[in-house]
């Protein structure tokens, strides 16, 4: 019997590999998704730098909303003009400050030494005040300038992945003058690209300085720094940023 022997050896057409047209096709081809992913990507930042800035200025404008209904500003305890809580420094506005729940009422503390609780608000007669960072965000809430059934850490959340603060900027710590403190809100993870974009929309202009006015660069919340983005920094580095939405500093 005959024993066909087959040769291992492939046909001329299994052989043949990838031209330089068929190489150049894919490679043009993957040009075409990473540019199509790029802009996406770039698309997605400019979205989400919009709706930083629309948020930003909605909470300006509700800050506005409660002064003109209630002649004072919400966490104004005191009624001295200030919002009652003193930024001291970045570390104390972590992501664990805000509420977690929901008040279901939201009620007058019954004095300034008054231990603070989930929705308490301003008490109703004070000469101190209660300087509690939830305050302002309650206060909002029973105005009616913010819906009440949220966290106020969402409230408070921005869209760049921060928060916002809303309280008295003193730019020389070691004094108590009220000509040395500022209302403003602090915003915290702000890349420098969307604080740029907030200045314009609040300033008319970024300008090359971040230290002249409404909005501003601080790293330590007492001082200025006098650029936006400094040496060895790219748009994306992360900072905190101070909007004056009352009285500015001087320069």
Known sequence: MNILVRSGRRSGAS??????????????????????????QELIEQYRQTQFVTGVRTLQANLNA???????????????GLIDHVFI????LGNDVYDYGVASTLSEAASSSTAYSLGMR?????????????VPFNELKWGGQMPPGEPNRKSAGHAMGGFAFAGTFSINPALSNTEDRFNAIVLT?????????????????DGPAANLNRVRRSDDLFTFAPLWTAAGETEAKRISV??????????
């Open 15 to 40: 052989q043949r590999g990838f031209t330089l047209i068929e190489i150049a096709v894919v490679l043009a081809l993957l040009g075409v998704l990473a540019a199509i992913t790029f802009k996406s």
């Open 66 to 80: 409660y002064r003109t209904t209630y002649g004072r500003w919400p966490g104004d305890c005191n009624r001295d």
């Open 89 to 92: 420094n970045t570390s104390e």
């Open 122 to 134: 301003c008490p109703a007669s004070t000469l101190a005040p209660f300087d509690k960072i939830n």
């Open 189 to 205: 993870h702000v890349p420098i690209a969307a604080a740029r974009r907030l200045a314009v929309a609040v300033d008319g202009a």
């Open 242 to 251: 101070v909007l004056f939405f009352d009285r500015i500093p001087p320069q």
